[in-house]
């Protein structure tokens, strides 16, 4: 059997050595999960997670109404933040009630991460970890924050967009015009929102994904979808 034959160099033709360098080696997902139906019930609101991996970590924060809820239509509660080392178990946990997830990928360098990785860790130092909801998941590490929940924000989103705007000042440029609760919302909740009035940033993880899908200010690499 002859030799397989090694080429001189790893380098593309009309690529130049620096060039090949400066292709980057980490990733930002905006995580935008869909509607579900369990029990009989339709769950139209979605969720909003962000995964940052970089050539050492790959994980997953997932903010939401995991404790204790309250309010009207369950709309605040205790702010949980989940942190998932292994992605596969995040996806695999929306996937299993249904829910269809599009991941919108920004392929970025290793320390464009630290500001929205930063963002976290500032909000996991101000909470205090709750080992009964990991029941013993080595990946998963889950923190009550002193932050609660609002389904107006602090929610899924907004904190997912909190992130976001850490690396990118103008991601959430023209989100203004996606501000539509009435794809969302049931009468109820919307006679509810406008007594409280309309908030004056993206909250809704549908809106967030239409606008991404339209307009996006920071060009998206990539889009995934799961499943």
Known sequence: MAKPT???????????????????????????GGPYSQD????RYGHTAVRIRTPRTDVTYDFGRYGRVTGDFGAEGEGILREWTDFEKYITGENGIG??????????????????????????ATGVRDTSKERGRAWLRVYKLTRNY????????????????????????????????????????????????VPAR??????????????PPVRVDLTSRYP
């Open 40 to 43: 009989g019930e339709v769950h």
């Open 99 to 124: 829910r269809v997830t599009v991941g919108f990928v920004y392929k970025i360098f290793q320390h464009q991460t630290k500001p929205a990785t930063d963002f976290f860790t500032s909000l996991i």
């Open 6 to 32: 090694t080429k001189a160099t790893t380098v593309p033709p009309q690529r130049s050595v620096v060039q090949a360098q400066l292709k980057p080696d980490s990733e930002f997902h905006m995580l935008v």
């Open 202 to 215: 993206i909250f809704l993880p549908a809106n967030l994904q239409q606008f991404l899908s339209e307009h």
């Open 150 to 197: 609002h389904a107006l924000g602090p929610n899924c989103t907004t904190i997912s967009l909190d992130s976001a705007t850490k690396t990118w000042p103008r991601y959430e440029a023209g989100t203004g015009a996606y501000i539509k609760p009435e794809a969302v919302l049931n009468f109820g909740e919307r006679t509810a929102l406008k007594l409280k009035g």
